[in-house]
């Protein structure tokens, strides 16, 4: 699936270019989970923005840390998990690492809210589809009785559920797949968010289902004004829902560009080979192409490029400096970034290493000193 021809490159940017009063602004994030015998870097220094209305798709294999970025916005990192101190959460201007649990609960209510890959894991089996939503709706919106029910009835007519009133009453088993996730969405949205997260919300789904539930969100974007976070592993959804992307890989973001920029020039290799196995992409050929290796688990600071492993054109400073995130030349194009040794592409191999190399030199907190101090 590639991008849509009918979106420039100027038009996915536009809601990021709208200032730099992003909605989210996410700097420097590290999550780490302790273990008995090692430190896991879960997410090792993310940066990224989400403007009003813009929907941002972070893309990457299984194990490059995207739910977990997801978990640690809506500060449901629990031990042995924490976020080390030099992390930046902000959100609609307010800084989100240091809430209390009770402080956070009402972000997670009243601004942010979250749609998980397995509806069944998100809905109680014991308590019907209004209960749920009328709950939502009494904790974050004040309402009651017959003013909870109706609004649960209209949330549910909002995400596209035939004979809602009906619905209202019954339980999450009695819901098809694609109806759950219709009404996880109307639970989310019983928070009237600004933001909201979506992780892997239609892996689950059959084609058809994914299309439909796709569809839905961009509506309820349009009409609402929501910010998206969409996290996904599936090129083609990226391609068809997202503004701009950040691809991550090993816990990095290792590029980030709008949309059709992206699937038009994609520069760092790793995001190469993701494009190369979308089947859609590759029509003719004998054998589907594919990123040989693993996903890494980080249990270290980076001294080196994580993806060099697995890299077809890595060279021997790729196991020795860590690439930094820096501007790649694209005419007409001011906000693509790659986090690689190869760029910048019109400087001399060698100055651009040294280059990354005195970027990386400098100084960021590492797991040894976040002293325990969980945040």
Excluded: W
């Amino acid at each position: 699936m590639a991008a849509d021809p009918s979106r420039s490159a100027a038009d996915a940017g536009a809601a990021a270019e709208a200032g730099d009063d992003r909605l989210l602004e996410v700097e420097n994030l590290q999550t780490v989970f302790h273990t008995e015998r090692e430190t896991i870097r879960a997410v090792d220094g993310v940066s990224f923005g989400i403007a009003e209305g813009e929907t941002l798709g972070l893309v990457g294999e299984s194990g490059s840390g995207k739910s977990v970025t997801a978990r640690s916005i809506m500060g449901l990192v629990d031990s042995p998990g924490e976020l080390l101190p030099d992390s930046s959460i902000r959100f609609d201007g307010r800084e989100l690492t240091g809430l209390s649990e009770k402080q956070y609960e009402r972000v997670r209510g009243g601004g942010v809210a979250m749609v998980f890959q397995d509806p069944l894991s998100t809905l109680n089996p014991v308590y019907t589809v209004g209960n749920q939503i009328e709950e939502a709706l009494s904790l974050h919106r004040g309402l009651s009785g017959m003013d909870a029910t109706e609004k649960a009835i209209e949330l549910l007519e909002d995400v596209g559920i035939p004979d809602a009133a009906r619905r209202v009453s019954e339980y999450p088993h009695e819901f098809s797949g694609g109806m759950r996730q219709r009404a996880v969405i109307a639970m989310a949205l019983a928070c009237d968010p600004d933001l909201l997260i979506c992780d892997e919300p239609t892996t689950a789904l059959d084609v058809t289902i994914q299309a439909q539930i796709l569809e839905l969100l961009a509506e309820l974007q349009e009409e609402h004004g929501l910010a998206i976070l969409f996290i996904t592993h599936d090129m083609g959804v990226i391609a068809e829902v997202c503004d701009r992307v950040a691809v991550m890989y090993a816990g990095e973001v290792v590029e980030q560009a709008p949309v059709v920029e992206l699937f038009e020039n994609p520069r760092h290799p790793y995001t190469r080979g993701l494009l190369r196995s979308i089947p859609s992409t590759q029509r003719g050929a004998e054998r589907l192409e594919t990123i040989e290796g693993e996903v890494p688990t980080p249990n270290a600071p980076a001294t080196d490029c994580r993806f060099a492993p697995r890299c077809p054109e890595a060279f021997d400073a790729c196991r020795e400096v860590h690439p930094e995130a820096v501007p790649v030349a694209t005419e007409g194009v001011d906000d693509h970034t790659a986090a690689c040794l190869l760029y910048p592409e019109d400087e001399p191999r060698e100055q651009a290493v040294d280059r990354h190399a005195g970027e990386a030199a400098q100084p960021h907190v590492g797991a040894d000193d976040a002293g325990g101090d969980s945040r």
